[in-house]
């Protein structure tokens, strides 16, 4: 059983970073490609980013592209999203999941099995 716990989230003003971390426990975490996702009220959960098992290759929603990191510690079991130029649209509360498939472009929920319990972050303007 694998278990995802993200922290970080919070309040901040427009403009400002927040670096949210996602630890992994109970299986290895260098076998899973991590993904991060964000669900706003009222909305469906959407693709925020994607980090490959090894960490050398990353991709964005268009939205996040530019302000927003993914990256990993293998060593540490933890996957990391910072998260900068934070605008109130990025309003939400933030997931991370697991994908044991390393297939590119995947980017919908159903593809990922394990998922955290999620962190709000609110951006005020």
């Known amino acids: 059983q694998v278990q995802l716990v993200e922290s970080g989230g919070g309040l901040v003003q427009a403009g400002g970073s927040l670096r949210l971390s996602c630890a992994v426990s109970g299986r290895t975490f260098s076998s899973y490609d991590m993904g991060w996702f964000r669900q706003a009220p009222g909305k469906e959960r959407e693709f925020v980013g994607r980090i490959s098992r090894s960490g050398g290759v990353t991709y964005y929603a268009g939205s996040v592209k530019g302000r927003f990191t993914i990256s990993r510690d293998n060593a540490k079991n933890t996957a990391y999203l910072q998260m900068n130029s934070l605008k109130p649209e990025d309003t939400a509360v933030y997931y991370c999941?697991?994908?044991?498939?390393?297939?590119?472009?995947?980017?919908?929920?159903?593809?990922?099995?394990?998922w955290g319990q999620g962190t709000q972050v609110t951006v005020a303007s």
């Open positions: 999941a697991a994908d044991d498939s390393s297939s590119v472009g995947r980017i919908l929920k159903y593809e990922y099995a394990y």
